[in-house]
């Protein structure tokens, strides 16, 4: 498995899981986050730094940066978990399995939990591509013209301007 950003004790420190989940399925939900979630926020080259550098060697505003984005990788992280924790997908369909008994779990049951953390995940997604927009200078130095231009279009994407197609995030419209 790749180098990971963030481990898992600094997950369980910012999101609350049951300390019985087991290490693997929680690397492997990082893995997830860091490789698909993050890598389309910040691009590949951002990523790779962070996978190639210990926070003690990195210079500001990297290790503001890093900061950010572990809450970021946090919340994603628990979306994933949810498909590889909550809800078991079997022959029998999808169940919810705990100590005691295994329940049923419905289709709309899974997309509402998940939407729960969807949601905190785009709210966090937002913070990080506010903060790379206020470091632009600094992190285009590290980064050659052609990869801040592939990156910078993630960064001003609909989360980061609170726009999405149905209005602005977060607005009720009457």
């Known amino acids: 498995m790749t180098k990971l950003i963030t481990n898992t004790e600094i997950i369980k420190s910012i999101i609350i899981i049951s300390d019985n989940i087991n290490d693997k399925v929680l690397q492997g939900a990082i893995f997830e986050s860091q ?6 926020v910040l691009g ?5 730094y962070f996978k190639s550098h210990d ?4 210079e500001e505003p990297f290790t503001s940066l890093l900061r950010e984005l572990q809450v970021y990788l946090a919340y994603s992280t628990q979306v994933h978990l949810i498909e590889a924790e909550m809800a078991k997908i079997s022959n029998q369909g999808i169940y ?8 049923s779990l419905s289709v709309d ?21 506010e903060f790379c927009l206020q470091h632009e ?9 052609n990869e801040w231009y592939q990156s910078k279009p993630n960064l001003t994407s609909s989360a980061a301007t609170g726009l999405w197609l149905g209005g602005i995030r977060g ?4």
């Open 96 to 103: 919810q399995a705990n100590d005691t008994n295994i329940t």
């Open 171 to 174: 607005k009720i419209i009457i």
């Open 137 to 145: 200078k600094e992190l285009s130095g590290f980064l050659d013209g």
């Open 35 to 40: 490789e698909i979630d993050l890598k389309s």
């Open 44 to 48: 590949t080259k951002l990523v790779e």
């Open 55 to 58: 926070e003690s060697a990195m």
């Open 109 to 129: 049951d899974c997309l509402k939990i998940k939407r729960v953390y969807v949601d905190k995940q785009c709210a966090v997604v937002k913070l990080l591509q």
